[in-house]
């Protein structure tokens, strides 16, 4: 758009930049450490800590929700917990090296948890009287259904079927997607910081003012502030949150209350042994149920499809360029590999990208490859000495709430990024981001609300894996969105030539194939000249 004119000597020109939009840009401007370069050590040890705190969260709330209801004992809890932690390092290193080698952290994923359950309440486990033989039969049926699910993502991702689908994808069917992978969590977010307000409410404001406003006020530490943010906030807080529990705040306070604030309830350290180091088939020989294994590729391709949003929102944050298809497709393909080593070894739940640390790399603004292998061997080294690494994850849920706030927030962020590459005046536009948007939101909210009342969901056939394949796909506000996106922009008006350029598809041409822009080479070749095996097309 050009300026307008105007009277006087100099008063033209900058009216004329006033009114330039902003340039589109390929990669994200002002990231400190792009994906190919790592910082100094000792940054980089610190900044690996970090991520390693941040995926402690998830690590830690999904075994200690699971694990009771199969009948485990504080003991089982932490050994499930130190399984996940040793077998999310070991995912991590191998997305990392040989996967998409974007700066992502494969740990554990809500989506797998809805099957977990409804294998928990299968009818066959039901008349076991011994609570602990309970929980090692329930884990094995979980391992035997993660072992044929990680199939799916390994079938769609080493087979290129994956990259076949991601080349129709355009940044207006993008968007709806990383949006959702963020946003969609919300639920994560401040309901489980008031679930104690006292210690979540101070976390969540110290945050913003340590990576927000210290950085603007003493410009001497400007980049130590932002960049570990995470470092200085979560030892106040959780000192703050240990004087209370000494001091007997909560000493007369409802059972619930007491486990989400104190910091002596988790029952980790107790539980942990000193040294352990987790082996595949742990819990014995898995067992296999077809219905299961059915509701869990569900969870798998909800995964799959969650994933590709969050790899895109890391490309977007590591300053990478847009991931070309057949990376992505390698990386799916890794991220089932991943799935069938969560099968052997027993961690009773699947992986996927972890959106927090997704948003981690945005506060810091820090994409480094080496900063994730670093905080995957935190993972590893903290899931071996099962003491120490109880001691971090006894950090209250509500701290942990707290930091999800501020990063599912820039990974759906990062969704409306790509916005930049379409026609946000075409009404095609606007109704498929609008739409998509919405049935993202929308569906998903009532096949959870059906199912908070009713104790089931919407479909509630005699076949229970049916129902458990329909439940787990619709409950999904990332899967919901990025489904209806990607159909709409597919569909309407596809050839139309106005509309290639409305939907931004042009942008990314050049990065549907892995050679057509030198960039990729740079930041997704393999290690090892492993190209040459394995060449991406």
């Known amino acids: 758009m050009a300026g307008g004119g105007g009277g006087g000597g100099a008063a033209p020109a900058p009216k004329h930049d006033e009114l330039t939009p902003h340039p589109v840009k390929d990669q994200l401007p002002g990231v400190s450490y792009c994906i190919t370069s790592p910082p100094p050590w000792p940054e980089a040890i ?19 929700a699971l694990v009771p209801q199969m009948g485990g004992n504080n003991e089982d809890k932490a050994v499930v917990i130190q399984t996940l932690l040793f077998v999310a390092g070991i995912n991590t290193l191998l997305q990392s090296f040989f996967g998409t080698r974007l700066p992502a952290v494969i740990g554990g994923s809500y989506t797998f948890v809805v099957p977990t359950i409804s294998i928990i309440l299968a009818g066959r486990y039901a008349n076991e009287p011994n609570s602990h033989t309970k929980f090692l039969r329930i884990m094995r049926g979980t391992q035997g259904a993660l072992i044929v699910a990680s199939a799916l993502q390994i079938i769609f991702g080493f087979s290129g079927l994956w990259r076949n689908v991601a080349r129709y994808l355009s940044p207006l069917s993008a968007a709806p997607l990383v949006m959702l992978v963020g946003f969609g969590l919300y639920e994560l977010g401040f309901p489980s910081v008031a679930k104690c307000v006292e210690i979540g409410l101070p976390e969540l404001i110290l945050l913003v003012i340590f990576a927000m406003y210290l950085p603007h ?65 742990q819990w014995g020989a898995p067992t296999f149920d077809a219905g299961e294994a059915f509701a869990m590729m569900a969870a798998s391709f909800v995964a799959l499809v969650e994933s590709t949003g969050a790899f895109i929102a890391v490309s977007r944050y590591a300053s990478a360029t847009p991931l070309p298809p057949s990376v992505l ?52 080294f903290f899931s071996i000495l099962g003491k120490f690494g109880a001691v971090f994850a006894s950090i209250p849920p509500p701290i942990f709430a707290a930091l999800y706030c501020i990063f599912f927030a820039y990974v759906g962020s990062a969704g409306f ?41 919407p479909v509630h056939t005699h076949a229970r894996w049916f129902n458990d394949i329909v439940n787990v796909i619709f409950s999904s506000k990332a899967f919901v969105a990025g489904f209806v996106a990607y159909l709409l922009d597919n569909t309407i008006h596809r050839h139309d030539g106005s509309v290639r350029k409305d939907r931004g598809y042009h942008w990314w041409d050049k990065f549907r194939s892995y050679r057509t822009d030198t960039r990729s080479e740079e930041f997704y070749s393999l290690p090892f000249n492993l190209n040459k095996f394995f060449p991406s097309v």
């Open 46 to 64: 610190l900044l690996g800590f970090q991520h390693y705190l941040v995926m402690l969260g998830t690590t830690v709330i999904i075994p200690t």
């Open 217 to 281: 006020a003493i410009h001497m530490m400007k980049s130590i502030f932002d960049r570990f943010a995470v470092l200085f906030t979560i030892p106040i807080v959780w000192l703050y949150a240990y004087l209370l529990t000494v001091g007997g705040a909560y000493r007369n306070a409802p059972p619930k209350t007491q486990f989400h604030c104190r910091t002596d309830r988790s029952g980790l350290i107790g539980g942990a042994p000193w040294i352990r180091v987790p082996y595949p088939f």
């Open 329 to 380: 497709s390698r990386g799916i393909g890794w991220q089932g590999i991943g799935i069938l080593l969560d099968g052997l070894f027993g961690t009773g739940n699947g992986s996927s990208v972890s959106v927090e640390n997704a948003g981690l790399l945005a506060l810091t603004r820090v994409g480094s490859r080496r900063v994730v292998q670093i905080s995957a061997g935190f993972m590893i």
């Open 417 to 457: 990024g790509f916005l930049q590459f379409c026609n946000l005046n075409s009404f095609r536009t606007k109704f498929i981001l609008g739409f998509s948007v919405f049935m993202g939101l929308s569906v998903p909210q009532y096949f959870n609300e059906y199912t908070s009342i009713a104790g089931y969901g």
